[in-house]
């Protein structure tokens, strides 16, 4: 029998209990379509408590579209958006940010897939060029696709440059509580203090059903968003059953408790993969994913039981994502499996 | 004290108990994202019960994005989609199905809503002209956005005319249950059997949380849609609750019974209103909508206490619509409402 | 025989003898790419001499991307183009406006060509509703594909109601050279001092090979412009060549005289149709076209002898359009062959 | 005193005599637009002289629409086209590609230009997976942008993995006449026999004014291309004096006469440059351009009278080319002149 809970992704995991308690109770009478509803100004308040009182929170469907979203809001279609070869952006999105912004996407090639000033400016050329795409947005994941999270220095190093030269600073953070999580930052110290100037919220990975925001640091930059919003199709008409879960999640530091709990989990999980030899962590593990290469022989047999995603099939890297609602049981018995099927597979 | 209850949309309304029942069901242990879990297998067996077993199902957020991304299934980007000026595509979601398929929508005015084949004639020209956007869809809405329905022999029509000239007829099926139920047919019988290529179909309306649905009836026109999906900004990563959702409205017959239900509550609507003199009932009621004209003056009185959308300012046209939660005691504190603010307002 | 010129298009005609003087002296030695060459510089002095130093001057290939390119550097993708129905850039560019700029562009009918004012109201609405496009745009032109001439005021009329909302005034110049003329105006009055901030201003029906240009009379409005240009594949490489064509055109009142001739072409063609009883001109001619309804039964007998194109196939009506070259013998034996035509068929 | 000609670009150069005579010869009377004309029909005549009957060819204004149109007749929106790094369609077009496809380049790191079939395969990856773009063009640049020409059955093995995989093998001939020239072989034997289907035909910077043309080998994938030019903003309205300038290169070998003096005047140039210690050929000479490291100082003084360009300011690459036009003189003048200037700077 398959187990309850995976480890194959933060997005397999189901609905907080507290997340669920909300949407029941924001399921009374009538309210406005389209986030003019109590419910929806409620949740923009606690954005605004942990960000500041002067900014602007759109909420959408999906991590894909806060993306996508928030590259339009910061570009023509002429500009190039920087990003690490392995960014969702680039891999992941199906072509989406080229689809919707025009713009092109300059990969780098990164380790941990973390950018740096230095890797950046070698992207950063044909300034002024009229044959040449201008770049316009460097864009980072935190925490990143490598489950790695970049220090706050970094993120200033980042942001410095590209303010310097009129460019903006985008966050994809899809796991942005994890990342603050795990620098023991606040939301606001690990985003909008470090320079980010748009920031791709993410509630979904989290515990909520599904929401997520984009959330403008400048105002300036989101006078026309509500516009791009509903172009780009992700302007919901019942939208406080998405806002409550937001408002949820930044009350009460559930955003805070889910994301350390499966740091957490994930920290244990590397303890115990760490004794099984054959087994080789490939990331630091700084949030809450566990990047391990494994005898190729065993994936196989362990997706038997398990479903996850191999991250590279040539080196045998796979990619184990711990939750909110992980449990110590959890690891132990997926560390006891990881160790038994190595052990005698070949 | 402002009701619960408004008839300003549809999509004002919460969310039916069963299928909060069915959202609660759905949050036991982790199910793989992306749509590749039971909830949504089994909400796709529903639609092919309904519709016939060769069929493709996609399922997708919103409205507006049920119908970009159709269209853009159907057409390459020098195609044109003939529409009636007051579709939901053409006046309603800011630009979406241009920006996301490239296409230009040709707009038919009309009395009630309702595209006839000697309009669309009128727009069916330019053939093999390489100046011309080429016609590639008719899309009707059904109920339309006046709250007719349309005839199936009108339907029919349409289909016929758009097949013999290799083009596709496309149905905005935001309120099909309540068309369904108008006509007395099946949700089969309402849409593919009349000759529609693929249709929007529409939950949200009808007492879900949020949950639509691409139908293709023919599975050549679908090869290649789950990467527009995806492109759209529009797959879910915890499907399962937007699937589940729509496996309930599917079931016990939950869509039919919210449609009549709406429908019979336009009807009482209609009836007690046609007792005020100065209301003017300006299309036919044949779904959930009521489209009034009433005193110019009694607007504003009328909105202190019931929020809703005036249709058209000049011609002092108003909207009000019934909803799956309507009740009967609702309808008639209304009526008496309106009956007195008229007469007392001058 | 058929004659060797017709009067189905300006564009049929060939190229003014002065502007092959001109392309034969560019072909001399090399010179840099990309408009980077003297050529390109003596002709944005010659547009600087026209219409004022403060303005920005970019040579395109042919006027659908002059009108697509202007568009493109006024709007972001959910603003909208008020235009007429009759408008190039909403019948003639296969959709071209809609997929470069993602915008809906809004048709109102008119009975000459020529938008109002009271017209444009109309279609002025929707302002600051996040479900609706945005005005952004009014685009006329002039001369007006049915050969009709704004007068001054009307267009000062249209440009004050646009700059009163925040929207632009551009003008479609495909045959602004015969508007000018018929005017008795220069280009700067006939456009600019009117109100006009972005002109697609045309060569190529005015004698030249293939030239058009886009100028700006805002240069805030054309800052990133050139990577527009870049952008929609209209960037020359050799372009001194497409350059020394409008320098041609802009010296020695060569616009003038030819744009002048074709007028009086079109004068001389209208005068002798109207001795022919059958033939009823249907719009004022004020440029270089006439139109008129004539028996339908002629149509195709015309046609054997001369090309051109039927304007409204129910009405009968047919375009015959003048140019630099057409000649009073041209006239007067294409009128007497209408008339035999007509004459002797039933 | 500049002298007349530089080695900045093939594209400095000026027109072909033969080429202006034609253009002259085509300024005869009245003839139908936007290629309906004789001229026209002519010079696609030629084409299928050269590549066979079963063709379909469209003449287009520059390289950077030849190539962005073919890729938009063979792609969808979530499609991804491989190409190398350094090839124009990914640096030099500002990103129109990826604006008028909606599609993301995927590019390949090369030493040498060219595209082989093992570093194709890993870009090949995630086919079927709804995240993933999918691959379906490969694109290759002949002769490459840095001057090498591919062999015969290097295209042969890039064009069967291709069709292996139901992909499509892009040919960006900006100088396809230079690398058939190169090879020894026909036009068609170094593009449709090699298994290209389509082919960028470039025409400019072999001797013409301006003057491109899209080749489809296979006529399925052509057959609603007009609709994508004219959307493209690519139909020429007196496309007669475009049209005869291809069917003037296509006569009488001037194509091969042109690419073939440009190429002896590389190796000339090559072979002069040889005898400078300082300097160093990069690439292998095998079309009509030479690329040489040379000493960094030297750079502004060489350009103070040639112009060209920096290929790689931080290696201190630079690019001369050769064009139709250069003569013996010119190659030794310079030869001699980059001789004293690295002599006498330090």
Redesign the interface.
């Known amino acids: 029998m398959k187990p309850?809970?995976?480890f194959?992704?933060d997005?397999?995991?189901?609905?907080h209990p507290e997340v669920?308690t909300a949407?029941?109770a924001?399921?009374?009478?009538?309210?406005?379509?389209?986030g003019d509803d109590p419910y929806t100004e409620s949740a923009v308040g606690k954005f605004k408590q942990h960000f500041g009182a002067d900014i602007d929170v759109f909420i959408v469907?999906?991590?894909?579209?806060a993306n996508?979203l928030s590259l339009?809001a910061l570009t023509?279609?002429?500009?190039?958006v920087i990003c690490t070869e392995a960014a969702h952006i680039y891999?992941?999105?199906?072509?989406?940010p080229?689809?919707?912004t025009?713009?092109?996407?300059l990969?780098i090639p990164t380790h941990d897939g973390k950018l740096t000033v230095e890797a950046v400016e070698g992207s950063y050329h044909g300034i002024g060029d009229?044959?040449?795409?201008?770049p316009r947005v460097i864009s980072i994941t935190q925490a990143t696709e490598m489950g790695t999270v970049y220090r706050p220095e970094e993120i200033k190093a980042l942001s410095r440059f590209a303010h310097e030269r009129s460019m903006f600073l985008h966050m994809d953070g899809a796991r942005i509580a994890n990342a603050a999580a795990s620098l023991g930052l606040t939301l606001r110290q690990a985003t909008r203090d470090l320079g980010v100037d748009v920031l791709s919220f993410g509630g979904?990975?989290n515990g909520l059903?599904?929401a997520e925001a984009v959330v403008f640091f400048d105002k300036k930059l989101s006078h026309?968003f509500?516009?791009?919003?509903?172009?780009?199709?992700?302007?919901?008409?019942?939208m406080r059953?998405?806002s409550v879960q937001l408002d949820c999640l930044l009350s009460n530091d559930l955003w805070l408790r889910n994301a350390r709990h499966a740091n957490r989990m994930a920290q244990l999980l590397q303890k115990g993969l760490s004794d099984i030899p054959e087994v080789k962590i490939v990331y630091d593990v700084e949030a809450n994913g566990v990047f391990a290469k494994i005898p190729a022989h065993a994936i196989a047999r362990l997706q038997v039981r398990y479903?996850f995603y191999v991250w590279n099939e040539e080196e045998s890297v796979v990619r184990w994502m711990c939750?909110f609602d992980t449990t110590e049981e959890d690891v132990k018995r997926f560390v006891k499996f990881v160790a038994e099927t190595i052990a005698t597979s070949h």
């Open positions: 309850a809970r995976s194959a992704s997005n397999n995991a189901g609905v669920i949407i029941l924001a399921n009374q009478g009538h309210a406005v379509g389209y469907f999906n991590g894909t579209a996508c339009k023509d279609s002429y500009h190039a891999t992941d999105e199906c072509g989406a080229e689809k919707f025009g713009c092109k996407l990969p009229q044959h040449h795409v201008q979904t990975k059903m599904g026309n509500q516009y791009l919003r509903k172009q780009g199709m992700q302007l919901a008409s019942k059953f998405i479903f939750s």
